[in-house]
Structure formats: structure tokens, C-alpha cells
């Protein structure tokens, strides 16, 4: 199914209901939901062990049923036109991931187009993002041999195009779907180095006259000109469609006339604050600009409708999810690479997630802060959903993962892996991406894998769903990472310990002291790590809620269950 001139536009439907009936037999997977049972939906607050093994349409990846995660961030991934028709998938797999309780994920790219995808040139014009001066935009950057571009979500047939293969996954019978980089449509790329000169279209600018329309209704033609400087012949009206940009505001032509048409977001551009600067992967809660009101809309209906077709034809519900911090998802899937915008760093790559050191492992560091500021973010934004990180791919800190020597390869994830647990959120372990680096077979890394998701699995219990506890923990030694966690709805406590004396290889600690002001005693206290068999519960001591005990060892990771 190339994408034809016949296309037709994005119509919103009810939630369906599940049909009524007897389910068949069924194998009931480790999240405790019947996989692929008509009327039953997977859970995505009952997942503690995720896997990031991403393959083409019509490819399988053994490894996921060596390792048996709860479910991958992204089993298949639909691109260009791999995808397109239901020929081009091996649907039979999701039989073999259900037969082993495996949650299976769909997933294509948002935004990503060229011109096969498409029946004509005018077709992939229509639905490619375009500069101020109303040119699409190449994305050159990316190195593919044929050009490629962004495709524009606010054009409603590219977001029909977006379900038409979402469907077709969804007919296949995926648990749910993963839509990578939903608003990735907006930076400009290399030829205007990123400066967001992306996203002026003909739909856009028609919705960006209505936001304005809607946010100032009292503003008469004074104030559009006092405000934003708008002129006699280029100025807002009410009594004009929005959409006629001919006869109404043409935010293009205004670029123009002020010179900012090369650099659209420019601070002396009094517009360029309504516009907004769009953040790939995220949608921050408090922005209320054009671009995240709009593009938030247009996802919510997106989701709306995948669901409600599940439903309508599968008699079931399904799991979605994207690459970032979104809303209305079941679960947020983060991917973790260079220049990302959850920390502020002098050279502007953002958080160091692989952190490593003339090609070592920097086990020294702590992820704490970075980690605790992705789960707030995603509370904020999406409510109280999983949040995964996933090492994301072609990029810096694939490389350097990939590059780590074998032991320090296992260290990362009994570090890092462990300290998302750490913090209320998880890892998905890497088995394998699409662009053909060696997987966690040719790395040697499947034994250590399989045993160590072993321990999460075994005490899924105390991972889900957790927030972190106001009340510090104090470590009597240093270079631990210390965190408190309490489990909503049954308001279970657990200290976690993350050890970062490391150089090129972990110095376990014992004989510390750890102490909480905890506000309650509790009755009993017991120890478990991933990294040893279970010990002695440590010896402790409370009075008036403050508690205090005595940790004998301390390898990788501890968790203390109070």
C-alpha cells in the first residue's frame, strides 16, 4: 500500500466495548493479563523486566525468548515502506512471544518520510514539514542514500497515513504500539543548524491563527499590531476563516517582513514565544504554547483512535507508548542520547546516561538525579506510569556502550541498570537494534542477562510502582547512592543502596551504617540483592521513627525491605 491521492482524512471514533463471550485458552503471561484473550488488556504496571530488541517487519530476534522479559519497548519497527501492507510482517511470532507470556510492542517511526513512501511528488510535498519561506525541509543529517524529510503531524492526512499502519499491526494482533519521535518535526536539521526553522506549513500556520483566536478573543486590530506587530495588510481577523491564508494572517509573510524568515525563533520576533520551542521526545506539562497545545491535541486524538479501534476489531485493549516523556501513554519509553535535554551541561549534550572514561566505564558517577528528574517529569506529564530507559541507537552512547570491555559491559547495567530500580524507574536490556551492531549473543552478555533479570523477576514485587520518599537517607561510607521508595496503594518501604566505588571494577563496602528518619518504626527489616544469595536481615535499631542499621555487605546493588 503505497499512499495514495485517494487518501482520506482522520475521523475520531468512540470507544468501542469488548464483545461479550467465552475466551479461549489462553496462557496467562508473568503481568497476570490473558495474552491475546478477546475483552483482556496487558498491564503495564505489572512489567519490572523490560528488553530493548528492535527488529524489521518481517524479522524475529530468538534472544527475547532466551531472556523472557515482561515485554520489549519495540519488537518491530514499520520504515518507509517495510510495513506498509500485512505481507510485510511475521505476525506468527507474536504466538511464540505469548506462549512465553511476552508482551509484544509494535512500533514504526512518527515522522520519519521519503519519497517512495508515497505515490506522487505532491503527495510527499503535502506531507513533508517546510521552512518560513514555505520549502520542505531536508533532513540530510540523518546519511541515508535517498533524501529524506520530516513528516508533519499537523497535516491530518499524514496523521491518517500514521494509523493506516498502526492498523495494520493492530489487525496483526501486537499487545501495543510504540510511536517513535512523534514531534521530531520542528528543529530546522543540519541546513538550518537545528534552529527550529521547521513546521511552517500551510496546516500550521492555519491552527496557529486559531490558537490565537482562542487565547486572546477580546483583542481587537490595535492590539494585534501593538503586540506582535502585525500590519493593516497581514493582521487577524474573526469574520475570516482561519485557514485562508490569503485573506487572514499569514504567519509566513510575517517572518518575512521582519526579517526572521531564516531564524523563525529569534527572542526579537514578538511571536516566536507564542510558537514555542518544540523539545524532541518531550511534552512538558506546563507548556502551553502553540506548538505543544497542538501537537498535544493531535497525539491525544492518535491515541484516542488506536484504542478505540483495538477495541472495535480486537475486542481489546492496547498498550502505547513513545520514545520520550509523553502524555497518554501507558508507559513512557526514554531514550537515552547525546545532546538530550534532562540535564544542563556546558557543552549542551545534556545527562551523561553512558558514562564512560578514556573508553571505561565510569561506575563512579551517579545517575540519581538524572534518573529521579525523568520519573517527576513523567508524573507530571503522564500521571503515574512506568518510565524505561532504553540506550538509544545510532548514537555516542550506543558506541561507547558497545565498545566497554566484557566485564565492564555487565558492570554498567549492575550499576546503572540497578540504580533506575533505584529510583522507581527500569532498564530495558539491550539485546539488539536494526542498523546491524553485534548483539547481546555476539557480545557474550546473554548468561549474565538471563540470571541477573532472574532476581527482578523473582521479586517483581518490590518494583512496581513506586514514588520516592521525601525523607533523606544517610550512608555511613562514601560513594553509595542512597534512595527511599515507597510503594503506592500498598504503601510498602524499601531502601536502596547502589554502590559507585568503582574503577574498572566495583570495591564492595561492608561494616557501614545506613540511617532514616522514617516517621514510623518498622517491625522487621530484610535484605536482597541481584548480586549475591540472600543474606541475614541486618541488625537495627528505631525510636520515634528514626531508624538505624548496620549493612554487612554491599556489591553492586542492596535493597533493604522495611
Not at 529524506?148 to 501486537?174: C, M, T
Amino acid at each position: 500500500m503505497r499512499w495514495s491521492a485517494g487518501i482520506v482524512a482522520l475521523a475520531l471514533v468512540a470507544s468501542g466495548q469488548p464483545a461479550a463471550g467465552a475466551s479461549p485458552a489462553v496462557v496467562t503471561g508473568p503481568a497476570g493479563w490473558a495474552a491475546g484473550a478477546p475483552g483482556s488488556s496487558p498491564r503495564a504496571g505489572d512489567f519490572v523486566v523490560y528488553a530493548f530488541s528492535q527488529s524489521d517487519v518481517h524479522e524475529e530476534d530468538p534472544q527475547v525468548y532466551e531472556l523472557d522479559p515482561d515485554t520489549t519497548i519495540r519488537a518491530i519497527g514499520k520504515w518507509s515502506t517495510a510495513g506498509d501492507e500485512a505481507a510485510d510482517y511475521n505476525f506468527a511470532q507474536i504466538d511464540r512471544y505469548h506462549a512465553k507470556g511476552i508482551t509484544f510492542m509494535g512500533s514504526g517511526t512518527a515522522s520519519v518520510i521519503f519519497p517512495k513512501d508515497f505515490a506522487t511528488t505532491e503527495i510527499f510535498d503535502d506531507m513533508s514539514t517546510r521552512d518560513a519561506d514555505g520549502h520542505p525541509v531536508p533532513h540530510d543529517e540523518f546519511g541515508f542514500p535517498e533524501p529524506a524529510r520530516r513528516g508533519n503531524i499537523f497535516n491530518p492526512k499524514y496523521r491518517e497515513y500514521l494509523l493506516s499502519w498502526a492498523r495494520i499491526q493492530i489487525d496483526g494482533g501486537v499487545d501495543g504500539l510504540n510511536l517513535d519521535e512523534i514531534n521530531a518535526g520542528f528543529s530546522g536539521g543540519s541546513k538550518y543548524g537545528f534552529n527550529g526553522n521547521e513546521g511552517f506549513d500551510d496546516y500550521t500556520i492555519a491552527d496557529f491563527n486559531r490558537y490565537l483566536l482562542a487565547k486572546y478573543p477580546a483583542f481587537t486590530a490595535a492590539d494585534w499590531k501593538s503586540r506582535f506587530g502585525m500590519t493593516d495588510d497581514n493582521i487577524l481577523r474573526r469574520d475570516v476563516p482561519a485557514g485562508d491564508l490569503a485573506a487572514n494572517f499569514n504567519y509566513r509573510d510575517h517572518l518575512r517582513a521582519g526579517g526572521w524568515n531564516l531564524d523563525p525563533l529569534n527572542a526579537a520576533n514578538p511571536l516566536a514565544a507564542e510558537w514555542g520551542r518544540v523539545v524532541a521526545n518531550r511534552m512538558y506539562a506546563e507548556d502551553t504554547s502553540f506548538t505543544a497545545t497542538y501537537i498535544r491535541r493531535y497525539w491525544k486524538e492518535t491515541v484516542e483512535e488506536l484504542r478505540a479501534y483495538a477495541w472495535r476489531t480486537r475486542h481489546r485493549g492496547i498498550l502505547i507508548s513513545s520514545n520520550g516523556l509523553w502524555p497518554y501513554v501507558d508507559f513512557n519509553s526514554v531514550g537515552m542520547y547525546p545532546w538530550n535535554p534532562d540535564e544542563q551541561t556546558p557543552d549542551f549534550r545534556g545527562a551523561d546516561y553512558v558514562p564512560v572514561t578514556d573508553g571505561h566505564l565510569n561506575g563512579a558517577k551517579s545517575l540519581q538525579s538524572q534518573y529521579r528528574y525523568l520519573k517527576e517529569q513523567s508524573t507530571r506529564i503522564a500521571g503515574h506510569v512506568p518510565v524505561v530507559v532504553f540506550i538509544d541507537w545510532p548514537n555516542d552512547m550506543m558506541t561507547n556502550y558497545l565498545n566497554l570491555p566484557p566485564q565492564e559491559k555487565k558492570d554498567y547495567w549492575q550499576i546503572f541498570g540497578a540504580e533506575a530500580y533505584a529510583n522507581g524507574i527500569f532498564p530495558a536490556f539491550h539485546l539488539k537494534d536494526t542498523v546491524g551492531s553485534p548483539t547481546a549473543t555476539d557480545l557474550g552478555m546473554m548468561d549474565f542477562f538471563t540470571t541477573y533479570t532472574r532476581f527482578y523477576k523473582d521479586h517483581r514485587a518490590i518494583f512496581k510502582d513506586n514514588t520516592i520518599g521525601t525523607q533523606v537517607v544517610r550512608v555511613g561510607v562514601a560513594g553509595v547512592a542512597a534512595s527511599l521508595l515507597v510503594q503506592r496503594g500498598t504503601g510498602k518501604r524499601s531502601i536502596h543502596l547502589v554502590n559507585h566505588n568503582y574503577d574498572q571494577g566495583i570495591t564492595p563496602q561492608s561494616g557501614f551504617t545506613v540511617e532514616a528518619d522514617l516517621g514510623s518504626c518498622p517491625r522487621r527489616v530484610s535484605l536482597v540483592s541481584p548480586d549475591s544469595p540472600p543474606s541475614k536481615s541486618p541488625a537495627f535499631s528505631c525510636r520515634h521513627g528514626k531508624l538505624k542499621l548496620t549493612v554487612d555487605r554491599l556489591d553492586y546493588y542492596n535493597i533493604i525491605q522495611l
